[in-house]
């Protein structure tokens, strides 16, 4: 009776080592321990990219060309996994290294490697496994790639988000400042409409007490009463003054549109403002921009609204400080600044500035600014307040023209 041999039996019978190492699925490298090669399997020649008839290194002291993953440096000859296992006893395992591959080509391994020692715990050699992880690796630069370009990609499109919310925060600044400005000058034409109403009604009894009370004042008996009647024409006088402060909120009210020039209008109210400003030992200083364009306006309602808005520079401003006066242009508009050391205004005041008869002075009718507003709208001008804890900025801008014999 012929026995049969078990599985196991047969694998015995023709397993060898070369077998074994063939069979596995990474490459597999055997040394002896001055590091020549015992054994080398076909992956680690393909993860070297080497033919195995015509390489010639059969040592791991001969020269391998690699860099370390994480830092990008040299692999040195002493460096290598299987050199630190036969000279230190050292165990490696997973080291990630770029290499130099014997076809030219780049690739990408895994490295580990272990010492044998025998009985006597002497190093007898050492097993090194290398698995081939170059698609690995360049799917991973492929990765990478992607990712720097898609957080290329978002941080521009959070600095255009960025951008795109910050230039509509602006827009919706200006809007509710328009739209602020706008509230003003209805308020303003419904005075200046009323104003215009009423004025003639006003005026025409004024006039008549005020030739009544002139007339008497000539008489001689009446003499003992000149300074009752001064004081009754100064009175008249600052009512037909008020009444012509109204008149300016006008909307319809008539205004001689011509070309002019910022420059010239400063240059000719200079004394006039030189000679407010020393009352308290203010200094003037000028920056007017050479060839600004012409704008067109009424030169006696755009000196009127300098003249202004210059005063309340002076006034709230204290001894020996200086007031700037300074023109500029771009390809669309020119404005005139009139910036004081000021004590500044602060949010809630300026807010309401421009509201006719809102008034931070005993002394005055609330209405001066109001002006200021009514007469920038009826010469197609914009004003804009900024105001620091010292110093405010009136900027005064209009549309700028060529020079036409008319408006």
Same mark, same amino acid.
């Given at each position: 009776m012929v026995n049969k041999q078990t599985g196991a039996e047969v694998i015995h019978q023709h397993l060898d080592i070369g077998t074994l190492l063939n069979a596995l699925p990474i490459g597999v490298l055997v040394v002896d321990p001055e590091g020549e090669f015992v054994y080398i399997n076909d992956l680690v020649y393909k993860a070297w990219g080497a033919n195995p008839v015509e390489q010639k290194n059969h040592s791991v002291h001969e020269e391998y060309i690699g860099w370390w993953r994480e830092t990008g440096e040299r692999v040195g000859s002493e460096d290598w996994a299987v050199v630190r296992a036969l000279q230190k006893g050292e165990s490696s395992y997973g080291e990630v290294i770029d290499i130099q591959r014997f076809d030219g080509t780049k690739g990408a391994i895994l490295n580990s490697a272990v010492p044998i020692y025998n009985g006597n715990h002497d190093i007898i050699g050492a097993v090194v496994t290398i698995s081939d992880i170059t698609k690995m690796r360049n799917l991973e630069i492929e990765l990478n790639l992607h990712k720097d370009y898609l957080a290329q990609l978002v941080e521009e499109k959070t600095k255009e988000l960025i951008h795109k919310n910050e230039q509509l925060q602006v827009e919706m600044a200006e809007k509710e400042q328009m739209q602020k400005q706008l509230r003003q000058l209805d308020q303003l034409h419904l005075v200046g409409e009323m104003a215009s109403g009423f004025a003639h009604e006003i005026r025409n009894p004024l006039t008549t007490v005020k030739g009544f009370i002139q007339l008497l004042g000539k008489k001689e008996m009446l003499a003992q009463y000149d300074e009752m009647?001064?004081?009754?024409?100064?009175? &008249?006088?600052? %009512? #037909?003054?008020?009444?012509?402060?109204?008149?300016?909120?006008?909307?319809?009210?008539? /205004?001689?549109?011509?070309? /002019?020039?910022?420059?010239?209008?400063?240059?000719?109210?200079?004394?006039?403002? !030189?000679?407010?400003?020393?009352?308290?030992?203010?200094? /003037?200083?000028?920056?007017?921009?050479?060839?600004?364009?012409?704008?067109? %306006?009424?030169? *006696?309602? &755009? +000196?009127?609204?300098? *003249?202004?808005?210059? !005063?309340? @520079?002076?006034?709230?401003?204290?001894? #020996?400080?200086?007031?700037? &006066?300074?023109?500029?242009? #771009?390809?669309? !508009? /020119?404005?005139?600044?009139?910036? $004081?050391?000021?004590? @500044?205004?602060? #949010?809630?005041? +300026?807010? *309401?500035?421009?509201?006719?008869?809102?008034?931070?002075?005993? $002394?005055?009718?609330?209405?001066?600014?109001?002006?200021?507003?009514?007469?920038?709208?009826?010469?197609?001008?914009?004003? +804009?307040?900024?105001?620091?804890s010292q110093g405010t900025c009136c900027k005064i801008s209009f549309e700028a023209i060529e020079k036409p014999p008319s408006c």
């Amino acid at each position: 009776m012929v026995n049969k041999q078990t599985g196991a039996e047969v694998i015995h019978q023709h397993l060898d080592i070369g077998t074994l190492l063939n069979a596995l699925p990474i490459g597999v490298l055997v040394v002896d321990p001055e590091g020549e090669f015992v054994y080398i399997n076909d992956l680690v020649y393909k993860a070297w990219g080497a033919n195995p008839v015509e390489q010639k290194n059969h040592s791991v002291h001969e020269e391998y060309i690699g860099w370390w993953r994480e830092t990008g440096e040299r692999v040195g000859s002493e460096d290598w996994a299987v050199v630190r296992a036969l000279q230190k006893g050292e165990s490696s395992y997973g080291e990630v290294i770029d290499i130099q591959r014997f076809d030219g080509t780049k690739g990408a391994i895994l490295n580990s490697a272990v010492p044998i020692y025998n009985g006597n715990h002497d190093i007898i050699g050492a097993v090194v496994t290398i698995s081939d992880i170059t698609k690995m690796r360049n799917l991973e630069i492929e990765l990478n790639l992607h990712k720097d370009y898609l957080a290329q990609l978002v941080e521009e499109k959070t600095k255009e988000l960025i951008h795109k919310n910050e230039q509509l925060q602006v827009e919706m600044a200006e809007k509710e400042q328009m739209q602020k400005q706008l509230r003003q000058l209805d308020q303003l034409h419904l005075v200046g409409e009323m104003a215009s109403g009423f004025a003639h009604e006003i005026r025409n009894p004024l006039t008549t007490v005020k030739g009544f009370i002139q007339l008497l004042g000539k008489k001689e008996m009446l003499a003992q009463y000149d300074e009752m009647f001064s004081l009754m024409l100064e009175e &008249i006088n600052r %009512a #037909d003054a008020i009444i012509t402060t109204f008149l300016d909120l006008a909307k319809d009210k008539k /205004v001689d549109l011509q070309p /002019v020039n910022l420059n010239e209008i400063i240059e000719d109210l200079l004394p006039s403002l !030189r000679m407010t400003a020393q009352e308290k030992h203010h200094q /003037v200083v000028l920056k007017l921009k050479s060839g600004l364009p012409d704008i067109c %306006a009424d030169e *006696k309602e &755009i +000196k009127q609204l300098i *003249k202004h808005i210059f !005063r309340n @520079g002076i006034e709230a401003m204290d001894t #020996d400080q200086t007031i700037l &006066i300074e023109t500029d242009a #771009d390809s669309e !508009r /020119v404005t005139v600044m009139i910036e $004081d050391e000021g004590k @500044g205004i602060s #949010d809630d005041i +300026k807010e *309401k500035i421009g509201t006719p008869f809102f008034t931070t002075k005993d $002394d005055n009718t609330g209405l001066g600014m109001s002006i200021c507003y009514s007469i920038a709208e009826r010469n197609s001008g914009l004003i +804009k307040l900024e105001s620091k804890s010292q110093g405010t900025c009136c900027k005064i801008s209009f549309e700028a023209i060529e020079k036409p014999p008319s408006c």
